[in-house]
């Protein structure tokens, strides 16, 4: 196993692994521990090339920092990455090469489920580092991530309704989701229990079947034509940096809130939105159920889903503080949840 350390400005500690043995591929991206150990799921994903895995591990490494800055969970930023295929290159000699690339951490950086990695990944994973979360409840562990996760973004948007549409509950309201995968399929139960209106659509055949079967009000769409949908929120649920130049003006809704990472392709694109009306909620502030959750299960007592629920509802206040900054100082709310994240950082600095 060949282990090397990468600079990388503005990162407190990058490495790469190669292990020719097992297959493995890795990167792992400590952006900052200022708050707490590094905390940030395990993707595994077939980049085309390394640079691509630099890239995200890059960004989602330092999303995580902001993420549990603005919701308090005492953690830092951090990200794995595997490059490969989950549905043909996982196995379990590759996982057993990932966990000990994990320990080299020496708990600077803990892991869980992301993208392309599972309970069972992370339940393997535990035999050969203790530096792993989100594993199964009966485990003492906080479980899947995606229920809190979508509770979270559900709330953040209901703070978006009453501020955007002045309503108090989702009557009626039409919400457009890109991708209902683990999150997206719990955030739609959600909204249309709530009586939300909804348009979706998916890359995969049988997750809309299956949302067919469980949901036949929701009206499914071509991937490619979701950002035409005349609707009140349109909601990224699948990949980063769908929100651009090129989708905001075909976007015919009032606001964007969703669970996906990174879904601003840069920071031009929060002062897009805000021109066109558009009220965004910043990912990473409604998003942060799933980490709030692993959050607590390292507070003293172990996890405790009441505790996690209670907390999960704090997304609700973020968001309407946000929505607040943003009016006062004529800012976009992305930059708004910046200033939030930042102030919080610096004061432990
Ligand atoms: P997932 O892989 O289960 O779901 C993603 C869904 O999007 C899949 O059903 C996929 O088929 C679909 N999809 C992919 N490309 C698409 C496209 N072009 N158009 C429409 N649909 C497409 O992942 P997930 O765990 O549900 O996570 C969804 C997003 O939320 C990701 O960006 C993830 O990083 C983010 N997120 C997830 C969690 C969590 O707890 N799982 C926490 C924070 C953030």
Do not use: W
């Not at 209670?310 to 206040?317: F, L, S, T």
């Amino acid at each position: 196993m060949k282990i090397t350390e990468i600079q990388v400005p503005n990162y407190e500690l990058v490495k790469k692994c190669e292990d020719p043995e097992s297959g493995l591929h890795a990167i792992i991206a400590i952006h900052n521990t200022f708050l707490g150990p590094a905390l940030g799921g395990m993707r595994m994903y077939p980049y085309a090339s390394e640079d691509d895995a630099m890239t995200d591990v890059l960004r989602l490494s330092r999303g995580m920092t902001f993420k549990s800055a603005v919701a308090e969970t005492g953690l830092g930023g951090g990200k794995s990455v595997i490059i490969g295929d989950p549905e043909t290159q996982k196995t379990p000699q590759l996982l057993e090469a990932m966990a000990k690339f994990v320990d080299t951490f020496e708990g600077k950086y803990r892991t869980a489920e992301d993208s392309g990695t599972n309970v069972h990944d992370m339940v393997h994973i535990k035999k050969f580092t203790e530096y792993v979360t989100g594993l199964p409840l009966e485990m003492g562990s906080s479980g899947d991530p995606s229920p809190y996760t979508a509770l979270g973004t559900f709330l953040g948007m209901r703070a978006c309704v009453e501020e955007r549409l002045g309503k108090d509950s989702f009557e009626g309201v039409h919400v457009a989701l890109q991708g209902v995968g683990h999150v997206g399929m719990y955030l739609l139960d959600h909204l249309v229990k709530g009586g939300a209106r909804v348009t979706v659509c998916d890359i995969r055949e049988s997750t809309l079947q299956a949302v067919k079967t469980e949901f036949p009000d929701a009206q499914v769409v071509e991937p490619d034509t979701i950002y035409d949908v005349d609707c009140d929120i349109f909601s990224p649920n699948a990949m980063g940096a769908i929100i651009n130049e090129t989708t905001i003006p075909r976007l015919k809704c009032k606001i964007i809130a969703g669970a996906a990472n990174n879904q601003l392709r840069d920071d031009e694109d929060g002062v897009r939105c805000r021109e066109r009306e558009i009220l965004y909620a910043p990912d990473y502030v409604i998003n942060a159920g799933g980490i709030i959750n692993v959050s607590v299960e390292l507070e003293e007592g172990g996890y405790n889903e009441e505790r996690s629920r209670r907390k999960v509802h704090n997304i609700y206040n973020a968001v309407k503080e946000i929505i607040q900054i943003s009016k006062d100082e004529q800012i976009p709310t992305a930059k708004a949840a910046y200033e939030i994240a930042m102030r919080k950082i610096n004061a432990r600095a």
